[in-house]
Every structure is written in structure tokens, then in C-alpha cells.
């Protein structure tokens, strides 16, 4: 009885963590529905620069998403803002990680272009045109190449390798 008591009050201690596969399939959606990318937005509230860098990232580039979504100009400001520090956050700590350079190749290419956020589009570009074969995992692959072939940054020859 002590042992199922320690471990109830240990879950509901715990922090949630958020399923990254999940977090995957609702991001592509989440581009073109407001509704969804703003639930996302409350999945991710309480991920912090601690947890894991994958979901730091998507933390950040679903903030920056859910900037177009906003009315307010200083809530949309801040909202991209701190979107992109997490995002190059996440680039820093691990920038040899495809997922992350794909998210944020995703708000760059999508950012308006007053924002200038737009100066690793070419680097992220080649480094997932270089590293996409060397992904083991297939859920990173899947998300990576749904993103590319929707993208106008990459041309017809550059698709077909995926």
C-alpha cells in the first residue's frame, strides 16, 4: 500500500511531458489552424530550456507560429521573439540535430521578410539536404521530408531526393 501511495504522490509530482510524436503530427497541422497551434502553444507552456532540446525547439517555433495568429502587435512581437530565442536555443545546444534545423528552416522560410528572420535558410537547407540520409529515426524522416515537400525553398531535383 506505501509503495502504490509513493508512486501516485511521484506521477503527480512529475512533470508532463509532452509525446514528441504527437507534438510532430500537430505541428504540421498547426500551420493553418489557429485553434490547433494555440492548444499546442498551452502543451508547451511548461517546457523550459531544462527539458528536453527537441521540444525547447518546438516550443519556440510554435510560439513564433502563434505570433500570426495574434491581433495585438506587441503580444505578436513578443511572441515571435522569444519563439526565435528558443529556436536558436535549441540550434546552440545541438545543432547537428536535422529536427531542430527543419523547425526553424520552417519560420524562417514562412516569416515575413520585414522580421529579418531569414539568414540560416541556406545553411539549414544544405545541412538537411546533407544529413536527411544519415536520420536513423523514421519519425524524423517523415517530418522532415512532409516539410520539404510542401517548401517552395527547395526545387523540383532537390525534392525528389526525398
Not at 539536404?129 to 524524423?140: I, P, R
Not at 524522416?141 to 516539410?147: D, G, I, P, R, T
Amino acid at each position: 500500500m506505501k509503495l502504490i501511495c509513493f508512486l501516485l504522490f511521484f506521477i503527480s509530482i512529475s512533470p508532463f511531458t509532452p509525446d514528441l510524436d504527437q507534438i510532430r503530427k500537430d505541428f504540421k497541422l498547426a500551420t493553418n489552424d489557429r485553434e490547433l497551434a494555440l492548444a499546442l502553444r498551452d502543451k508547451l507552456e511548461t517546457v523550459s530550456e531544462e527539458d528536453n532540446t527537441i521540444l525547447v525547439a518546438y516550443k519556440g517555433a510554435v510560439s513564433a507560429l502563434t505570433a500570426k495568429y495574434t491581433k495585438d502587435n506587441t503580444e505578436r512581437k513578443e511572441l515571435f521573439k522569444n519563439g526565435v530565442l528558443l529556436l536558436e536555443f535549441a540550434v546552440s545546444q545541438k545543432p547537428e540535430n536535422i529536427e531542430i534545423r527543419c523547425l526553424r528552416l520552417s519560420i524562417q522560410e514562412n516569416s515575413p521578410k520585414f522580421l529579418k528572420y531569414r539568414s540560416n535558410i541556406e545553411e539549414d537547407k544544405t545541412f538537411i539536404l546533407n544529413h536527411y540520409e544519415k536520420t536513423k529515426s523514421k519519425a524524423v524522416k517523415e517530418f522532415v521530408k512532409s516539410y520539404i515537400l510542401q517548401s517552395t525553398g527547395f526545387n523540383t531535383e532537390e525534392k525528389q531526393r526525398f
